[in-house]
């Protein structure tokens, strides 16, 4: 991966849709490059009403649903270790993709712990999540949890 791209829900769905083009037209789109997407979808609202597929340039696409809790919360979905784990399991698999979008609803909590993360496991630095913003502790110390473990 050359990028790592985090964003809000909305930015996310722009970004993907300039890599649309009409059938047999997909040379014309606006964006090229491969990716790959992990977008959190919060769980009290049944997700964002889509999911994106894999097709010509989004080389994979995992969604997983929880919420930005930090603790136990009635009716709320706490993030998992198996989610992290398939986080894992999916940055290992779609390496060669150009860009890693990462998305929740804003961009700034969930997302910004599993960009974090991923950067570290990818061996760059990670510093600038925790100096421009606020990652969930929850979700960036599971996913380290099971990363050591592996």
Same mark, same amino acid.
């Given at each position: 991966?050359?990028?790592?791209?985090?964003?809000?829900?909305?930015?996310?769905?722009?970004?993907?849709?300039? $890599?649309?083009?009409? #059938? +047999?037209? &997909?040379?014309?789109?606006? @964006?090229?490059?491969?990716? *790959?997407?992990?977008?959190?979808? =919060?769980? $009290?609202?049944?997700? #964002? +009403?889509? &999911?994106?597929?894999?097709? @010509?340039?989004?080389?994979? *696409?995992?969604?997983?649903?929880? =919420?930005?809790?930090?603790?136990?919360?009635?009716?709320?979905?706490?993030?998992?270790?198996?989610?992290?784990?398939?986080?894992?399991?999916?940055?290992?698999?779609?390496?060669?993709?150009?860009?890693?979008?990462?998305?929740?609803?804003?961009?700034?909590?969930?997302?910004?712990?599993?960009?974090?993360?991923?950067?570290?496991?990818?061996?760059?630095?990670?510093?600038?999540?925790?100096?421009?913003?606020?990652?969930?502790?929850?979700?960036?110390?599971?996913?380290?949890?099971?990363?050591?473990?592996?």
């Amino acid at each position: 991966m050359k990028r790592i791209m985090l964003r809000s829900v909305y930015d996310a769905f722009d970004y993907v849709m300039a $890599h649309y083009a009409p #059938f +047999g037209m &997909e040379e014309m789109a606006e @964006k090229q490059d491969t990716y *790959a997407v992990i977008s959190i979808q =919060d769980t $009290h609202t049944g997700g #964002f +009403g889509f &999911e994106f597929r894999p097709n @010509k340039y989004c080389q994979g *696409a995992l969604t997983l649903y929880f =919420d930005d809790i930090i603790k136990e919360v009635p009716g709320a979905v706490m993030f998992s270790e198996d989610q992290a784990r398939q986080i894992i399991d999916f940055v290992e698999a779609n390496k060669s993709a150009e860009t890693l979008l990462i998305h929740c609803y804003g961009g700034e909590s969930r997302s910004r712990a599993v960009a974090a993360f991923v950067t570290k496991m990818l061996g760059a630095d990670n510093s600038k999540y925790f100096e421009t913003g606020h990652p969930n502790q929850i979700v960036y110390d599971t996913l380290i949890k099971v990363w050591t473990k592996k």
